[in-house]
């Protein structure tokens, strides 16, 4: 087992340092925000995901997992360095490296012996190449310092299971004892293990997360289609994804994508290819059909209800994802916002995400503690993130609180026959109003 400094306590860096710990290594997090490190220390994790308190808590009490704001602390017993650092979207879609160069010249200039430097965080073609450059120069010449690429694949609400359940780990170097070491790392978990150069590494995580961006927006545009005219998108779903070329995972119309990742990667992709004289065509399709679907479920949502101005409407997931608190490039605040242009009056509700909410919606809305509170008195309710919660709802209790009938399923997650049972007016994305009439 070996000793891991991961710098960066943010998503991916806490969930790699948990679960890195869970498989023995000595791992130690580091963090330039000390209110960061001291709630971790206190054992509390900033940020929602399933599983991942309980798994620090475990962990730390082990003696495994530690949390210091000095990178020489971080860096004392290490033998491999994980960048793990946000890379937000710059002014023109590329990736902002900031974050990344600030901890590739701290490792170098911290370090106390020789390192493996690993490459986690999200970022373009060629910043391994940058990353070895900052560390050659800043760092004790006598110290090896071999840079490798290791991009995660997790997703949010689910992300401790997919750490520990890969579909793959890859890994992109050229230095033999970096791709040994990081082999034995992962080795416990079993999962097949993809050996390419750095580059390669890069291009698979952006490529992975444009093509997942691409399936969503590609089936937003049939699910439009579908509306206009009287097919059924479900149908649509079954008998394209029964295809094995194609499959029905990320094959959900709704609101579009949203969070940390997809948004930010597309942009940063497309940024890569102009900058190497590529017209990114199929990536900026995939950007410009995810910004119009919001537009398209407030038409939608119009049609419905008619004019929105003082009708009042509860809105049912703020998060981008259910389960999660994070409402970075969330369609649902985009929705919410949307609809308060048209003179709406919005109640929402989400289990996790209300205090993130509140800080870009202020008092322009109401917020409630519960969906059915949100309902009171509310014309019609818009079900906007995918939360499990929203599928078990007691119909009868939502239509005795709704002063109207509507309920827009923006996501297609509800039980249309049972949101009629109770005497509501049902409307999906895409979903055919003749066959639900006929249900």
Same mark, same amino acid.
């Given at each position: 087992m070996y000793?891991i400094?991961?710098f960066?306590?943010g998503?991916v860096?806490l969930v790699?340092a948990?679960c890195?710990?869970h498989l023995?290594h000595?791992v130690?997090c580091?963090?330039t925000?000390?209110?960061?490190?001291h709630?971790l220390?206190?054992?509390?994790?900033p940020f929602?995901e399933?599983g991942l308190e309980?798994?620090?808590?475990?962990?730390a009490?082990?003696?495994r997992l530690r949390?210091?704001a000095?990178?020489?602390e971080?860096?004392?017993?290490a033998?491999?360095?994980?960048i793990?650092v946000?890379?937000p979207?710059g002014?023109t879609?590329e990736?902002?490296l900031?974050?990344v160069?600030?901890?590739?010249?701290?490792?170098?200039t911290h370090?106390s012996?020789?390192?493996?430097?690993?490459n986690?965080?999200t970022?373009?073609?060629?910043t391994?190449?940058?990353?070895?450059r900052i560390v050659?120069?800043n760092?004790d010449?006598?110290?090896r310092f071999p840079?490798?690429?290791?991009?995660?694949?997790l997703?949010e609400?689910?992300?401790?299971g997919?750490?520990?359940h890969?579909d793959?780990?890859v890994?992109?170097?050229?230095?033999?004892?970096?791709i040994?070491v990081?082999?034995e790392?992962?080795e416990?978990?079993g999962?097949?293990?993809?050996?390419?150069d750095?580059?390669?590494?890069?291009m698979i995580?952006?490529a992975?997360?444009?093509f997942?961006?691409?399936k969503?927006s590609?089936?937003n545009?049939?699910?439009?289609?579908c509306?206009?005219?009287?097919?059924?998108i479900?149908g649509v779903?079954?008998?394209?994804?029964a295809d094995a070329?194609?499959?029905?995972?990320?094959?959900e119309?709704? $609101?579009?994508f949203?969070?940390?990742c997809?948004?930010k990667d597309?942009?940063a992709?497309a940024?890569?290819a102009r900058?190497?004289?590529?017209?990114?065509?199929?990536?900026?399709?995939t950007l410009s059909?995810?910004r119009?679907q919001v537009?398209?479920?407030?038409r939608?949502?119009?049609?419905c209800?008619g004019? $929105?101005?003082?009708?009042?409407?509860?809105?049912?997931g703020?998060?981008?994802k259910?389960?999660?608190?994070?409402i970075?490039e969330?369609?649902?605040l985009t929705?919410?916002?949307?609809?308060?242009?048209r003179g709406a009056?919005?109640?929402?509700?989400?289990a996790?995400?209300?205090r993130?909410a509140r800080?870009?919606l202020?008092?322009?809305?109401?917020y409630c503690?519960?969906v059915?509170?949100?309902?009171?008195?509310?014309?019609?309710?818009?079900i906007a993130?995918?939360?499990?919660?929203?599928?078990?709802?007691?119909?009868?209790?939502?239509a005795a609180?709704?002063?109207?009938?509507?309920v827009?399923?923006?996501?297609?997650?509800?039980d249309?026959?049972a949101?009629r049972?109770?005497g509501?007016t049902?409307?999906?994305?895409?979903?055919?109003?003749?066959?639900?009439v006929?249900?």
């Open positions: 000793g400094a991961i960066g306590c998503y860096g790699s948990a890195l710990a023995g000595a130690t580091y963090d925000d000390f209110t960061k490190i709630t220390q206190q054992g509390s994790v929602h399933p309980n798994l620090v808590r475990e962990q009490a082990a003696g949390f210091t000095r990178p020489d971080a860096l004392r017993d033998r491999l360095a994980f793990a946000g890379t979207t002014p879609g990736a902002d900031t974050y160069r600030q901890a590739a010249r701290e490792i170098a370090a012996g020789a390192l493996i430097v690993v986690k965080s970022v373009p073609v060629e391994a190449d940058l990353v070895e050659r120069a760092g010449p006598a110290f840079v490798a690429s290791n991009p995660e694949f997703r609400g689910s992300a401790v997919d750490f520990m890969p793959r780990i890994i992109g170097a050229s230095d033999a004892e970096a040994d990081l082999k790392v992962y416990p978990l999962a097949p293990v993809h050996v390419v750095v580059h390669t590494a890069e995580k952006y992975a997360n444009a997942l961006a691409t969503i590609f089936i545009e049939v699910a439009n289609l509306a206009v005219v009287d097919a059924d479900d779903v079954a008998g394209i994804g070329r194609i499959g029905r995972t990320y094959l119309p709704g $609101l579009g949203g969070g940390s997809l948004p597309v942009a992709l940024n890569v900058a190497h004289a590529i017209e990114p065509t199929m990536l900026d399709a059909v995810n119009r537009a398209a479920a407030v939608n949502i119009e049609e209800m004019d $929105l101005c003082d009708r009042t409407v509860a809105v049912a703020l998060a981008f259910g389960g999660t608190d994070d970075r969330s369609p649902s929705l919410v916002e949307a609809l308060l242009t009056q919005i109640r929402v509700h989400d996790y995400a209300m993130g800080s870009r202020r008092e322009r809305v109401t503690r519960s059915y509170d949100a309902c009171d008195g509310a014309d019609a309710l818009a993130n995918d939360d499990r919660a929203y599928t078990q709802l007691d119909w009868a209790r939502v609180a709704l002063s109207g009938n509507a827009m399923d923006l996501r297609n997650r509800l249309p026959a949101v049972r109770a509501l049902y409307r999906g994305v895409g979903r055919s109003p003749k066959r639900l006929a249900s």
